[in-house]
């Protein structure tokens, strides 16, 4: 078997089956490996790997404590956001070139999942009534529109050498190139895509994913009023999307590795050069947080309007020179 | 069932269908006239929005047509009719948001025996629009949709305010009407007829001068009223001055006429323009876009806020129809007409979820009197189906899946990546496409940003005021209305698939290629096989509810919450202490600040000889660049050449005749 075509029915529900198994049992650990390598550059000896497994089962098992100002949407959101996250994971190639789900959606809907899960949790922060979920939902949304154009724009250079916006195309594409994908324009779209993962994510120079400073939050003002099963869910979403933008990050800008052939021989390959890949770059933004300062926020427009730019000086590579 | 209908008996159904809606809005229009009968006049106003999107989905799928002509009036004909696809996708966008509207005031006294008149006959103006097959037939209703739709914005007691506010919009009007106007006349002149199929024959004997200027002026005609970015300085302020049923289908379907005559005239009637029509159409889209949704992220009166985002929605509309022209100029039809597809996918699409969402403003103003979001707040509790309807609106205007905004924005997006991937156009003009992409992303992400403020501020939180806390639920025919418009947004976008590819069909036929299937990107209901890049609506729908549902199953606490005071630094909370519109879109207002060119202003006073301030105002501002900076001067200055050219008239009678001897001697010398 040559392409994988074979996507679809009982395989493509196997597949998605195994993939979402393996992010979710990984999506902590990711996490774990990035604050041991901040705790390290700090001098610190940092917590150990399951910590934030512990940190899961402990907020699991409490008791959920809900604001008076609150009413169903801050109830239900974190269902929303994890279910949406849950969903961009499936479309996206991991260990082979082809997602499981790949033939249900595109770029643009990975795109717009990991929207409808930012405008799930940053009305969930208005529905408390606090100042700092205000707060941090306010900077959450500019910061994600200022990001947007660069990750899609990004994207849309490798649809465009690859003649389709689906991900395994585009992933299949860059497999076919070897390492002759790594033109200019390529490179150009893979920093600013880089950027955007930083920004998205909320690691530094743009969100300190450790603060509990109250009015330097973003992200973390969003989930200072939930608790409980709530709380560990908002958690758990943010880890598996460091994930997903990862895993896109590889699939559309460092495919190598991955399965082209349907065999359990390559798949597994595949797989272990993906955990690779996440845990790299992972360790490229634990090396963010430990070394660089965060911005201020008036600062980001240049920073992730870069992206932006240097996403269009990559199309414009594309499309203007021959 | 309909299937199994014999066609020709669906193709005699469709011009039933427009004689009954027809007859429906004008006996609306007859009975509000007559007082004892005016509270039927909604319902038959609801009747014929629903029969205009029956008629409109018979033309869509069945791509029939209906033909009607009536008598000669001085050698022209003032009826001449003829609908087809095209005009079917603006009907439903017409029936949908008219019927919603509709339905919203049953049982309601209209502010004025003049407002119950003119509001069904503004809907049958639009319905006679969208049908006109001949120059005069279409200015006559497009004039009466003008004037209409301005008797309504003035209402019969129309403050300072508004009169301002009437006056810009029926300024505005009659400078599109005009240029519309001119344009046909050029039209008329090179073909010698009025008749729009005689100009599609007559296109390859027009000469290229005329043929340019007449589609530029038509194209300043249509985007005025469609309310793209320079031109659009009338929508923000007429809109919320109207009553919220008719602001709702001023926003969700008069604006979209504009589309409709530029696809009609630019598209159909004459084949496409030169590329740089296409291209300012697609630059005239970006702009909108990005202005129209910053504009709105600014506003803190709910209605206003909602008006500039039609603008942005205008702009996605134009994007895509700015692509299609681009790519038919340069023979690239099969990818035109996705372009053109996806601008009437998004017209239908944003008709169903502005009107909802204007519905939903209005049902907050008759709640709480107020339309200031920095006064409202926690009207979830006191209306939550509105709250909930609202929601469902601001995420499918967000362009959130599986909602029907993200379906037709993706088609957008497919649109614009496959024009700066054909080899048909040339570099410069695949760049300009795929720049697009970008200002698209941005007003995708912006929007978000702007619905999330406006949805959490006036319903989630707690009430900003005394009002916003005493509010009550909308009425029942309100409450369905917005159920029905919530519905649409939901099945438009969970049925996207078959809807798209009936819209792809109509406009393969307005642009004339091959029905044949090229292997385009597309909108599905489950997963494709091939290498074409797809998104399956129902099938990302049914993951996403089934993911929902399983994941709250699984977070549901055994335990029961308790319920506790939110966390304000150990000080009771109060309303105050909450983000408001203002302070929520300050991040945006600094980030953009060389476009927005914010104003702020900040007075303390002090309690006598202490530090403790007694009393802060704030004040912040932007600057509209295009009112303030160039409208504004232009008007002074016009009003400075008035006064001065004021002084030649001195009163005396002397005077005048020495300006008649004056003008007989120049033309005299002039004549020689």
Not at chain 1, 120 to 132: I, P
Not at chain 2, 108 to 115: A, D, G, Y
Not at chain 2, 344 to 349: A, D, E, G, Q, Y
Not at chain 2, 500 to 517: E, G, K, M
């Amino acid at each position: 078997m040559n392409m994988l075509d074979v996507t679809t029915g009982a395989t493509a529900v196997a597949m998605a089956a195994i993939q979402l198994v393996i992010f979710v049992a990984f999506a902590p650990l990711l996490t774990a490996t990035i604050r041991r390598t901040k705790a390290r550059l700090q001098s610190r000896r940092g917590p150990g790997l399951l910590q934030p497994y512990r940190d899961l089962a402990k907020w699991w098992g409490k008791a959920p404590l809900e604001s008076n100002a609150s009413g169903p949407v801050a109830r239900h959101a974190p269902a929303v956001v994890l279910a949406c996250i849950l969903a961009a994971g499936l479309l996206v190639p991991f260990a082979a070139g082809r997602a499981p789900l790949g033939a249900w959606g595109d770029l643009f809907v990975v795109v717009g999942l990991l929207a409808a899960a930012r405008f799930a949790l940053a009305l969930a922060a208005l529905d408390t009534g606090s100042a700092f979920g205000g707060m941090g939902s306010s900077r959450d949304v500019a910061i994600s529109a200022l990001a947007e154009p660069g990750l899609v724009l990004a994207l849309a250079g490798v649809a465009l050498a690859a003649g389709s916006s689906d991900l395994g195309v585009m992933s299949m594409f860059g497999l076919s190139q070897g390492i002759g994908l790594l033109g200019p324009a390529h490179l150009l779209a893979a920093a600013a895509f880089a950027i955007v993962i930083v920004a998205e994510t909320g690691h530094q120079p743009v969100d300190n994913p450790d603060t509990h400073l109250e009015l330097t939050m973003v992200h973390e003002g969003m989930l200072l009023e939930a608790s409980g099963r709530s709380l560990a869910t908002l958690v758990f979403a943010s880890e598996f999307k460091l994930v997903v933008l990862a895993t896109v990050f590889s699939a559309a800008f460092l495919p190598f590795g991955a399965a082209t052939e349907f065999a359990p021989a390559p798949i597994l390959l595949g797989l272990v050069v993906g955990l690779v890949k996440l845990f790299v770059v992972g360790q490229v933004l634990a090396l963010l947080d430990g070394s660089v300062a965060k911005m201020r926020i008036l600062g980001l427009p240049d920073l992730l309007g870069l992206a932006s730019l240097l996403a269009l000086t990559g199309l414009a590579m594309q499309v203007l020179l021959p | 069932m309909f299937a199994a209908l014999d066609p020709s008996v669906g193709a005699a159904l469709i011009p039933a269908l427009f004689v009954a809606t027809a007859m429906a809005f004008g006996l609306a229009a007859l009975s509000a006239a007559i007082a004892r009968v005016a509270c039927f006049s909604p319902v038959l106003a609801t009747a014929g929005g629903v029969l205009a999107a029956a008629a409109g989905v018979g033309l869509v799928v069945g791509a029939g047509t209906a033909t009607a002509s009536g008598g000669q009036v001085l050698g022209l004909t003032p009826m001449a009719l003829h609908y087809d696809g095209l005009s079917g996708a603006f009907l439903i966008a017409l029936g949908l948001s008219s019927a919603a509207a509709s339905l919203s005031v049953v049982g309601e006294k209209p502010r004025s025996r003049l407002e119950g008149i003119a509001y069904p006959l503004f809907l049958m103006s639009i319905l006679m629009v969208l049908g006109a097959s001949n120059a005069f037939a279409f200015l006559l209703a497009w004039e009466s949709m003008a004037l209409l739709s301005a008797v309504l914005v003035f209402g019969l007691r129309p403050s300072r305010a508004v009169v301002s506010a009437g006056n810009l919009y029926l300024a505005m009007t009659h400078v599109a009407t005009a240029a519309i106007l001119v344009g046909f006349a050029l039209l008329a002149w090179a073909t010698g007829s009025l008749d729009f199929a005689a100009w599609h024959i007559a296109v390859p004997s027009i000469a290229p001068v005329t043929r340019d200027a007449a589609l530029l002026l038509t194209l300043i005609g249509f985007a005025t009223k469609a309310g793209a970015f320079p031109l659009h300085i009338w929508l923000p302020r007429a809109h919320p001055v109207a009553p919220s049923h008719v602001s709702a289908v001023m926003s969700g379907v008069m604006i979209k006429t504009g589309i409709y005559g530029l696809v009609r005239i630019g598209v159909d009637v004459m084949g496409g323009g030169p590329d740089w029509l296409g291209l300012l159409v697609l630059a005239l889209g970006g702009i909108s876009a990005v202005m129209g949704v910053l504009y709105a992220l600014m506003q803190h009166d709910l209605k206003r806020l909602l008006a500039f985002h039609s603008i942005e929605n205008i702009g996605i509309i134009l994007i895509g129809v700015g692509s299609a022209m681009l790519l038919q100029a340069h023979g690239a039809t099969q990818l035109a007409a996705l372009a053109l597809a996806a601008a009437l996918f998004h017209s239908i699409n944003h008709a169903a979820f502005k009107t909802l969402l204007f519905l939903g403003a209005g049902a907050v103003v008759h709640a709480t009197g107020l339309r200031d979001l920095n006064r409202l707040g926690g009207l979830a509790r006191k209306m939550p189906v509105t709250a909930l309807a609202f929601g469902i609106g601001a995420a499918a205007i967000s362009g959130l899946p599986p909602l029907n905004g993200f379906a037709s924005e993706w088609l957008t997006f497919q649109a614009l990546l496959g024009a700066a991937g054909t080899v048909a156009i040339s570099p410069a003009l695949r760049f300009a496409a795929a720049a697009t992409i970008g200002a698209l992303a941005l007003t995708t992400a912006l929007a978000v940003a702007c619905f999330v403020k406006a949805t959490g501020v006036t319903f989630l939180g707690l009430p900003r005021s005394s009002a916003a806390s005493t509010a009550h639920e909308a009425t029942k025919p309100e409450r369905a209305a917005m159920a029905l418009l919530a519905f649409a947004c939901v099945a438009l976008g969970l049925g996207a698939g078959p809807a798209a590819s009936a819209l792809l069909t109509v406009s393969r036929s307005v642009i004339r290629v091959d029905q044949a299937a090229a292997s385009l990107p597309a909108v599905t209901s489950g997963p494709r096989t091939g290498d074409v890049a797809s998104y399956a609506a129902l099938a990302i729908g049914l993951l996403l509810i089934v993911a929902i549902g399983f994941v709250a199953l699984l977070v549901r606490s055994r335990r029961a919450a308790r319920r506790v005071d939110t966390w304000t630094c150990g000080i009771a909370p109060k309303a105050a202490f909450q983000y408001t519109a203002t302070s929520y879109a300050k991040p945006i207002r600094l980030f953009f600040r060389r476009i927005l060119l914010p104003e702020r202003e900040i007075r303390v006073e002090y309690h006598e000889g202490t530090h403790f301030p007694a009393s802060i105002r704030y004040r912040s501002e932007i600057t509209l660049i295009l009112e303030d900076r160039v409208f504004g001067p232009t008007h002074a200055l016009s009003l400075r050449a008035a006064n001065f050219a004021r002084r030649l008239q001195g009163g005396a009678i002397q005077l005048y005749i020495a300006y008649s001897v004056l003008a007989v001697f120049i033309l005299l010398l002039w004549a020689r």
